[in-house]
């Protein structure tokens, strides 16, 4: 008796485990969260630097976190693009260099087919929800910190 009750109690706990990974609820990638300052401001940020979660980025997600965002890692500075395909949360980007300095900010809004190239090569993106770097007032210029760990290496 007592074990089909935890067969029945483990088995409701799966299919909400899934409906919420479905739903879009926020996800903790292979890094879990990493707390990154940006121009003086705390934010907290799944990191992408494995191609496949690049390529997924913040598609499918439903809401976003004021204080949350995501920063896409690459193995060395590059020309990247990005647009909202499968994405429903206005964001913001900024592209940032190997020295860790935002060169460009853009608004990017939900479902829209534009790509948002970056200017220059750049080692990171980062996406927070749109307005977060003006109403943090993080502009241009300004640096980002974050600490070294074993897959993304910054």
């Given at each position: 008796?007592?074990i ?8 409701i706990?799966?299919?909400l ?26 934010v ?11 390529e997924?980025?913040?598609q ?14 690459y ?10 395909k ?7 980007i900024?592209?940032i260099?190997?020295?860790?300095n935002?060169v460009?900010?853009y608004?990017?809004y939900?479902e829209?087919t534009?790509?948002?190239r970056?200017k220059q090569?750049?080692?990171?993106a ?23 760990n ?5």
């Amino acid at each position: 008796m007592k074990i089909k009750f935890l067969q029945t109690i483990i088995g409701i706990l799966l299919i909400l485990v899934a409906i919420s990974v479905y739903s879009g609820c926020w996800h903790t990638g292979t890094l879990g969260i990493q707390k990154i300052n940006v121009g003086g401001t705390t934010v907290y940020v799944e990191i992408a630097d494995e191609p496949h979660e690049r390529e997924r980025g913040l598609q499918k997600r439903k809401k976003l976190p004021p204080d949350r965002g995501m920063l896409f890692v690459y193995p060395q500075e590059q020309m990247v693009q990005f647009w909202m395909k499968e994405t429903s949360i206005p964001l913001d980007i900024a592209f940032i260099t190997e020295k860790k300095n935002i060169v460009e900010i853009y608004h990017m809004y939900p479902e829209e087919t534009k790509r948002y190239r970056s200017k220059q090569k750049v080692q990171y993106a980062l996406e927070v929800n749109q307005n977060w770097f003006s109403d943090n007032s993080v502009t241009i210029g300004d640096a980002i910190n974050f600490p070294v760990n074993k897959r993304n290496n910054p």
